[in-house]
């Protein structure tokens, strides 16, 4: 905030100096050299580029067992910095513990494929993602402040499990998977969905609430992003049709786990935004085993769609979360443009039909956008 | 017993990591080391760093039969020279002296047998390339053959063709 708008204002009669005199002391203590931090930031990164790129570089001439134990060194370097200094640090600036820890785990996920290198191993990938997060989870969760390490936790979460469902799959193919093997990847790849009531239920005790809500809503967005993909293969009609049965027990599973993690966020988190969150995820969940009935069938598959947004919009309208909101009819516009398209699809290929199209896209966004500027709700506080 | 907690969770993942290497270390001074022609090769760059990629020429087996999976194999001959390398069924690779097992779940999944790869540095493995293209030698993969049947690759070497292609004595 400039000095000279707090004049201007002094000036207009909007604050009396004693006001201005207030603000401009309060700024200057509390002012953040971002541009400073800027610098600084991007010096360090280069710093460890060229690092890297030199150890990459001569990685042969550096003896193995020498590079791992630096790099272990680094790792409890950053471990015991944490261990000794976390509360002195978090007082200063929270942000310096968040990158502290970020980097101990980025660190630590390297080391895996440094001792591949070292040994000439491999393995697939989620078998190190799922050994970092089990020797690592506790450490983030007990310390984790913000969105850095709350997404890097469920980053790793999310691809380890897709991993493994793939390569499991990948190995099953040959052997025809069936029924045990379905259940089990449905299971598995639903799981993450269970973060949200965890999240919910530590946020409002913890100290680190922001970490808690991130963590969150990164698991609503999953629930909501597989719900939307399930539809959409619906519309496309792309459900594999041989092993009928098998996918709808899987999809019905999937269905169950997201209600079931929608109906414990919402006893756990009873304020109306938990409420809210919940009712999503469980939405969401619904959706999964609906979807695969509705396969291949253009118009329900795509209301399924949109009934899902529209859920999610009046779900953000009652919580007052505004962005969400607009988000929500945005989507819901781009289903419907989308839509015109699928079902008149011969609307390009003439002059009269380009000119209908360009109508309607027009016409839909206007809407839109009308509607998330009318009665998109104020954020609540 | 939260400051108990806390402890626990900083010393976790140190001490998994390093128990980790300690058993790779321990896993990769497993067995003896034997050596096996390559054919093909590539080497490449891919953000885990540089590596050669082959293709085992196993002696006496056929590397054009794709007919069947090439699971598991049986070596005869002494270290590091292999003198024969047949096709082995569960109850053969029970009786074998030096079974080969490919792991159905690495990078290279079934193929585990037939190609492989090895992390080498920039220069290094410009050199190898080099090397590789040279037609007057023959390129080895020296590698190790654990008791369990696991096989981890160590180095590339060359040798001159000649009467004896085969590797005389270990270098």
């Known amino acids: ?381 | 017993m939260r400051r108990a907690a806390r402890l626990a969770a900083l010393v976790l993942p140190l001490a998994g990591l390093a128990g980790l290497w300690g058993w790779s270390h321990h896993l990769s001074r497993q067995g003896d080391e034997w050596e096996v022609p390559i054919m093909g090769y590539d080497p490449r760059d891919i953000l885990r760093g540089h590596y050669v990629e082959f293709t085992y020429d196993w002696p006496g087996l056929d590397a054009a039969d794709f007919s069947a999976p090439l699971s598991a194999l049986c070596l005869s001959g002494t270290a590091p020279v292999i003198e024969r390398a047949a096709r082995a069924s569960a109850a053969e690779l029970a009786t074998c002296a030096h079974p080969v097992r490919g792991p159905s779940e690495g990078i290279y999944g079934s193929d585990a047998l037939r190609r492989g790869r090895l992390y080498a540095g920039q220069s290094r493995a410009r050199e190898l390339d080099k090397a590789l293209r040279d037609q007057s030698q023959r390129a080895f993969v020296r590698f190790r053959l654990r008791p369990d049947g696991t096989i981890m690759p160590l180095d590339i070497v060359l040798r001159p063709f000649g009467p004896e292609q085969r590797p005389l004595e270990y270098r």
Request: net charge neutral; glycine share 10%; hydrophobic share 60%.
């Open chain 1, 1 to 381: 905030m400039g000095a000279r708008k707090i004049e201007a204002w002094h000036k207009a009669g909007i604050i009396d100096a004693a006001t201005r005199d207030a603000i401009i002391a309060y700024e200057a203590d509390n002012a953040r050299p971002v541009a400073l931090w800027a610098v600084f930031g991007i010096g360090a990164l280069a710093i460890a580029l060229g690092l890297i790129s030199v150890v990459a570089a001569n990685w042969e001439e550096i003896p193995g067992l020498f590079r791992l134990a630096v790099h272990l060194a680094l790792i409890a370097t950053g471990l015991g910095a944490l261990a000794l200094r976390e509360q002195k640090l978090a007082a200063r600036s929270p942000f310096v513990v968040e990158a502290l820890l970020f980097i101990t785990g980025a660190l630590g996920l390297t080391f895996f494929g440094h001792l591949g290198q070292v040994y000439q191993t491999d393995s697939p990938l989620w078998q190190p993602l799922g050994l970092w997060l089990v020797l690592f989870a506790p450490l983030l969760f007990m310390m984790g402040r913000g969105w850095p390490v709350a997404t890097a936790l469920m980053g790793v979460l999310l691809w380890a499990v897709w991993d493994y469902a793939d390569s499991a799959e990948r190995i099953s193919g040959a052997l025809r998977g069936g029924m045990e093997m379905a259940l089990w990847l449905a299971l598995v790849t639903s799981l993450p969905v269970l973060a949200a009531p965890l999240a919910g239920s530590l946020r409002g005790k913890s100290a680190r609430s922001e970490f808690w809500r991130q963590l969150e809503q990164i698991a609503l967005a999953y629930a909501v992003a597989g719900a939307s993909f399930a539809a959409a293969m619906a519309s496309a009609g792309v459900f594999s049709s041989s092993d009928a049965a098998t996918t709808t027990a899987a999809m019905a599973l999937r269905g169950a786990v997201g209600v079931a993690a929608g109906l414990a966020l919402t006893a756990l988190r009873p304020g109306l935004s938990g409420r809210m969150a919940g009712t999503i995820i469980a939405g969401a969940g619904l959706v999964l085993p609906l979807a695969y009935a509705l396969n291949d069938l253009d118009i329900p598959a795509a209301a399924l769609f949109m009934v899902l947004w529209a859920g999610i919009a009046a779900a953000a309208l009652k919580a007052g979360w505004r962005g969400v909101f607009q988000l929500a009819v945005g989507v819901i516009a781009a289903r419907l443009i989308i839509l015109s398209f699928e079902l008149a699809s011969d609307l390009l290929l003439s002059g009269f039909g380009l000119i209908a199209a360009g109508l309607l896209v027009l016409g839909v966004g206007w809407g839109a956008l009308k509607v998330s500027r009318r009665f998109a709700p104020e954020n609540a506080a």
